[in-house]
């Protein structure tokens, strides 16, 4: 990749217009990633749900925002930007301590729970399907952080599976273009 510029940052979009709120995005992601109950890197929320004609769904996940909270706020720096704008943390470093989650206006990151009382372990996000820390999309990191299709040249998982494309991916000037037509 080349110095990070700020066109060629990776980003979501939903189209508020064409998702229908299927949660096909939802669960092609959990599945792919054999995600554990309770944790969900992407959702469908709907807005005004129930009032005839003013029902608005979108899909959510990490937006690997430009200046991630998540990642000013964390005490052990376990996140880190790549240079196509990808926010990924390294769960050998995480502590579970829950900054990131409080500082993350999307709710992205989420914490496994085990046992009656709750404890957290590791953060768990939205990788954009980057897979880890690791360029060596061995097993162990596809067991630990899930696939890593960007690699492969593939869009995320979700976005690929998404039945009315509401969900693009892509460098955002492209996506700015596609939109503007």
């Not at 060629?8 to 217009?17: A, G, I, M, V």
């Not at 009382?117 to 360029?135: E, H, I, R």
């Not at 061995?138 to 067991?143: I, L, P």
Request: aromatic residues 6%.
């Amino acid at each position: 990749m080349s110095e990070f510029n700020d066109n060629n940052r990776l980003t979501f979009y939903c189209d508020d217009d064409r998702c229908i709120d299927c949660n096909g995005c939802a669960v092609a992601c959990d599945e792919a990633h054999e995600l554990p109950l309770g944790i969900r890197r992407r959702r469908v929320i709907t807005l005004n749900e129930g009032v005839p004609g003013e029902e608005i769904s979108t899909s959510i996940a990490c937006m690997h925002c430009e200046d991630a909270p998540c990642s000013l706020v964390c005490p052990v720096d376990c996140f880190y930007i790549r240079a196509d704008g990808v926010v990924l943390h390294d769960k050998d470093i995480c502590i579970g301590c829950g900054y990131c989650l409080y500082a993350c206006p999307f709710g992205a990151p989420q914490f496994p729970r085990e046992g009656v009382f709750g404890t957290k372990g590791s953060m768990d996000k939205c990788t954009m399907c980057a897979g880890g820390p690791l360029p060596t999309n061995s097993e162990a990191e596809r067991e630990e952080y899930g696939q890593d299709r960007i690699s492969e040249g593939k869009v995320p998982v979700c976005a690929a599976m998404c039945s009315t494309k509401a969900l693009l991916v892509g460098e955002s000037a492209m996506i700015e273009k596609n939109l503007r037509r």
